[in-house]
């Protein structure tokens, strides 16, 4: 088992920025692609980025040039920085982590952009 707790989000102006952090616990060992995922109301929960332990990073279209990834190995923890960020950002954020048994979820964060 993974455990995932999320910190961070808010609310912040357009044009703004946040950063997100996810700490992970457990069965860390097996974990081979983290990444942040995000769900707004009344939309399907997509992906916003994600990043291997070598530090491959991938990002949703919509996302990129705007935010980083990234993930600090020694303390378990994945961050993401939100720049520029736009009303269309808004949605609850929700930390991912998969390994061999599947996927792991945190209990998600609200971001909200206001115009």
């Known amino acids: 088992q993974v455990q995932l707790v999320e910190s961070g989000g808010g609310l912040v102006q357009f044009g703004g920025s946040l950063s997100l952090s996810c700490a992970a616990s457990?069965?860390?060992?097996?974990?081979?692609?983290m990444g942040w995922y995000r769900q707004a109301p009344g939309k399907q929960r997509e992906l916003v980025a994600s990043?291997?332990?070598?530090?491959?990073?991938n990002y949703g279209d919509s996302v990129k040039g705007r935010f980083t990834i990234s993930r600090d190995n020694a303390k378990n923890t994945m961050y993401l920085q939100m720049n520029s960020l736009k009303p269309e950002d808004t949605a609850v954020y929700y930390c991912?982590?998969?390994?061999?048994?599947?996927?792991?979820w945190g209990q998600g964060t609200q971001v909200t952009v206001s115009s």
């Open positions: 991912n982590a998969k390994n061999v048994f599947g996927d792991f």
């Open positions: 457990g069965s860390i060992f097996s974990i081979y692609v």
């Open positions: 990043i291997t332990p070598g530090g491959r990073e």
